[in-house]
């Protein structure tokens, strides 16, 4: 039998709307990043002034840095609210409004595919909270646990960049970019949990402010690199799908996340939170072929 069990918190139910605040703004950012950086000299660590020159002078690419620095802002802040499962889930599941509203801007017709997929994440992303019980207790995780998550991800994540891929390298710099952006995530989520339980002092000194901060740099770096190096909509589907295979299951291993009151509720937010990421990794690359009318119409060095 299910039953709803207790309401979610305030506090937690507006995470989850920031949350969504911050897909728009994190979405919009990457779709006016790859407008931007298209005609930019290819991202290397041998030449980074140069790329990083011709990035600065783009209008385009800057617009895009500061709505994803607000998004990723704002992230933080629903991370600091919400549980980490559910939150990820959230800021993924924003495409559901960013995508209707690109194709709005765009005069873009969805097709049928597309429309299922913002419908089926709606209606997802509607029963996550359902049938959770007390999800307030979210702070609190396990430091050899997260230690051993994030180290095995950010493994997989530098395999990925070290190989040599041929014709799959844009490929696989999407799949490394969404697995340093995911440990990123979970990095956050613990340095949340540690400012809402001991302080800031507790935060400067934790050891996962460093594993967040690199994570978010080689993140960057390989989505970067990889929108220069071949399609960019492999490059989005990847990084997007692959943070959030990243980051959710960490919501559960490490924090303690509940799926549900009973099976019945476990399995439908199993299969709840298979939708959101299915549906983003189908929703993420139409948002950016959309984008690709910005392209055109906006040059992308100025």
């Given at each position: 039998?299910?039953?709803?069990?207790?309401?979610?918190?305030?506090?937690?139910?507006?995470?989850?709307?920031?949350?969504?605040?911050?897909?728009?703004?994190?979405?919009?950012?990457?779709?006016?990043?790859?407008?931007?950086?298209?005609?930019?000299?290819?991202?290397?660590l041998?030449?980074?002034?140069?790329a990083?020159?011709?990035?600065?002078?783009?209008?385009?690419?800057?617009?895009g840095?500061?709505?994803?620095?607000?998004?990723?802002?704002?992230?933080?802040?629903?991370?600091?609210?919400?549980?980490?499962?559910?939150?990820?889930a959230?800021?993924?599941?924003?495409?559901?409004?960013?995508?209707?509203?690109?194709?709005?801007?765009?005069?873009?017709?969805?097709?049928?595919?597309?429309?299922?997929?913002?419908?089926?994440?709606?209606?997802?992303?509607?029963l996550?909270?359902?049938?959770?019980?007390?999800v307030?207790?979210?702070?609190?995780?396990?430091?050899?646990?997260?230690?051993?998550?994030?180290?095995?991800?950010?493994?997989?994540?530098?395999?990925?960049?070290?190989?040599?891929g041929?014709?799959?390298?844009?490929?696989?710099?999407?799949?490394?970019?969404?697995?340093f952006?995911?440990?990123?995530?979970?990095?956050?989520?613990?340095?949340?949990?540690?400012?809402?339980?001991?302080?800031?002092?507790?935060?400067?000194?934790?050891?996962?402010?460093?594993?967040?901060?690199?994570?978010?740099?080689?993140?960057?770096?390989?989505?970067?690199?990889?929108?220069?190096?071949?399609?960019?909509?492999?490059?989005?589907?990847?990084?997007?799908?692959?943070?959030?295979?990243?980051?959710?299951?960490?919501?559960?291993?490490?924090?303690?996340?509940?799926?549900?009151?009973a099976?019945g509720?476990?399995?439908?937010?199993?299969?709840?939170?298979?939708?959101?990421?299915?549906?983003?990794?189908?929703?993420?690359?139409?948002?950016?072929?959309?984008?690709?009318?910005?392209?055109?119409?906006?040059p992308?060095?100025?």
């Amino acid at each position: 039998m299910l039953t709803g069990g207790s309401a979610m918190s305030a506090g937690v139910l507006a995470g989850l709307g920031v949350a969504l605040l911050a897909s728009l703004g994190l979405n919009t950012g990457f779709l006016l990043q790859h407008s931007g950086i298209v005609a930019a000299p290819a991202l290397s660590l041998r030449r980074p002034r140069e790329a990083l020159r011709s990035f600065v002078t783009s209008r385009t690419w800057l617009a895009g840095l500061a709505l994803g620095v607000l998004g990723w802002g704002l992230h933080v802040a629903a991370l600091s609210l919400a549980p980490l499962s559910l939150v990820q889930a959230f800021v993924a599941g924003g495409l559901a409004l960013a995508v209707p509203i690109a194709a709005l801007g765009f005069h873009h017709r969805l097709e049928r595919p597309e429309r299922v997929g913002v419908i089926a994440m709606a209606l997802a992303l509607a029963l996550l909270p359902l049938g959770l019980g007390n999800v307030d207790q979210h702070h609190h995780f396990d430091h050899g646990t997260l230690g051993i998550y994030l180290s095995v991800v950010c493994a997989v994540g530098l395999g990925l960049v070290l190989g040599h891929g041929g014709r799959r390298r844009a490929q696989l710099l999407g799949l490394a970019a969404g697995a340093f952006y995911g440990a990123a995530d979970t990095a956050i989520k613990a340095l949340t949990s540690l400012q809402s339980t001991g302080g800031l002092d507790n935060v400067i000194l934790s050891p996962w402010l460093p594993i967040a901060v690199l994570a978010t740099f080689g993140g960057f770096a390989c989505f970067q690199r990889g929108l220069q190096t071949g399609r960019p909509l492999p490059v989005i589907a990847f990084m997007t799908a692959v943070t959030n295979l990243a980051s959710i299951p960490a919501g559960f291993v490490a924090f303690g996340d509940p799926l549900g009151l009973a099976p019945g509720w476990v399995a439908i937010h199993v299969c709840a939170f298979v939708v959101v990421i299915a549906a983003a990794y189908l929703l993420a690359p139409v948002q950016a072929s959309i984008g690709d009318g910005l392209e055109a119409a906006t040059p992308a060095r100025v």
